[in-house]
């Protein structure tokens, strides 16, 4: 995509590499068109992840997706000091950060920051999300199967005492937005009519085979960015978020189609069409060239209008990350969790 297309303002890097443009952000600030996701799929090490970082940064990318509970924020902390120390101006960085589901009790949160900043060796986060609308707990690596008996649906104002905490973050100046992730339009909703710091960014999942067209122009109407994660259709992701009849994104024929006639991988398709649609694309990767690839997929050769049309057609509502392991006793299925006739199962909360 060229600067200043669709909505992106462009800005070239100081040290002379190619940048993503950035987006405007409802705060005043602004977010790189791209980042790069640093969730291991619990098969690659820390390590591994920490090298793909450097690897980003030093080819352009400044967006940088993390979380407490991918537990490799250790790992990556002294490489963006490394960079920041090397030249990379801090401003130009935009890290995020989520609390993980364990922690929503108040302290927990304002804990949880602080312990993601002094592991990413950071004195602010550019966004700190609520990683899931539920308190729900699974352990790391767990299978489908497992389920957590306190596990409960989600309560409102059990949610919105959570977010106070996360606007006192924002008051406390150690997080420069703050945001939500996986959430649905009844829920965000919610908290938009009842926050008195609106999210800047809702992170949720987005490839051509799973679009949501009405959560995503939700978003888009209340000014909130969207963030698009398993951008290419994480085919590394874990054996608990496999299903039977689950769509391969790469593999649509219309994005087979576009991928041939710009002589690029279907990957770098799921890209463009992310960029060029709105929404901020994360892919993870631990492969340099690929790294690069996507880069690159975001910055030249963006694709026609009749293109973006046809990816409309690859719509398959295929949610990949469904999310069962957060179930509570008496739920029907993983449906449940994004309110799929429109309401939200059990609903309490104030106001209602
Ligand atoms: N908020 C949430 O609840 C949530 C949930 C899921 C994910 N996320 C975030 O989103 C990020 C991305 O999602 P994801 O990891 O599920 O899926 P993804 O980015 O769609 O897929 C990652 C996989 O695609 C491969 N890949 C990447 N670029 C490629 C290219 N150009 N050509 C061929 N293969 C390519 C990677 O392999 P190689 O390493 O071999 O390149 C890796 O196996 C995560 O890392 C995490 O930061 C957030």
């Known amino acids: 995509m060229r600067n200043g297309e669709n909505g992106i303002n462009g800005e070239n890097s100081k040290n002379g590499k190619p940048a993503a443009a950035r987006r405007p952000l409802g705060n005043g600030g602004s977010i790189p068109a791209i980042g790069l996701g640093t969730f291991g799929s619990d098969s690659r090490s820390g390590g591994e992840i920490a090298g793909a970082v450097a690897h980003a940064l030093s080819v352009g990318y400044r967006l940088i997706d993390c979380a407490a509970c991918y537990g490799n924020e250790g790992d990556i902390g002294p490489v963006l000091e490394g960079a920041v120390g090397g030249g990379v101006p801090r401003g130009e960085l935009f890290v995020i950060s989520k609390v993980w589901n364990d922690k929503h009790r108040r302290s927990d ?9 002094s592991a990413l060796r950071l ?43 996360m606007e006192r973050l924002a008051e406390m100046g150690l ?23 609106k999210p800047v960014v809702n992170e949720m999942e987005l490839h051509p085979c799973f679009q949501q067209g009405e959560l995503f122009q939700f978003c888009v109407d209340m000014g909130v960015q969207p963030i698009g994660y398993s951008p290419v259709g994480s085919p590394s992701r874990p054996e608990r978020d496999r299903s039977p009849g689950d769509c391969v994104d790469t593999e649509q024929p219309e994005v087979a189609r576009a991928a041939r006639s710009h002589g690029a991988h279907p990957a770098a398709i799921c890209l463009k069409w992310a960029a060029q649609r709105g929404q901020v694309p994360i892919p ?45 006793e008496g739920a029907q299925s993983w449906l449940d969790l994004w309110d799929a006739d429109g309401t939200i199962p059990g609903w309490r909360g104030y106001g209602s």
């Not at 609308?133 to 409960?152: K, M, V």
Request: charged letters at 25%.
């Open 109 to 117: 949160v304002i804990e949880s920051c602080k312990a993601s900043l």
């Open 123 to 165: 004195d602010y986060l550019d966004c700190y999300l609520v990683h899931w609308p539920f308190p729900n707990y699974h352990a790391p690596g767990c299978g489908a199967d497992a389920r957590n008996p306190e596990s409960r649906p989600y309560i409102h104002d059990e949610f919105m005492e959570t977010w106070g905490a």
């Open 284 to 328: 993870f990767s631990t492969n340099p060239k690929n790294i690069e690839a996507n880069l690159r997929a975001v910055t030249e050769d963006p694709l026609t209008p009749q293109e973006m049309d046809a990816l409309k057609g690859c719509e398959r509502n295929s949610r990949l990350i469904k999310g069962q392991v957060f179930l509570w």
């Open 175 to 197: 997080a420069r937005g703050i945001g939500t992730s996986n959430v649905t339009i009844p829920k965000l909703r919610l908290i938009l009519r009842d926050a008195k710091i």
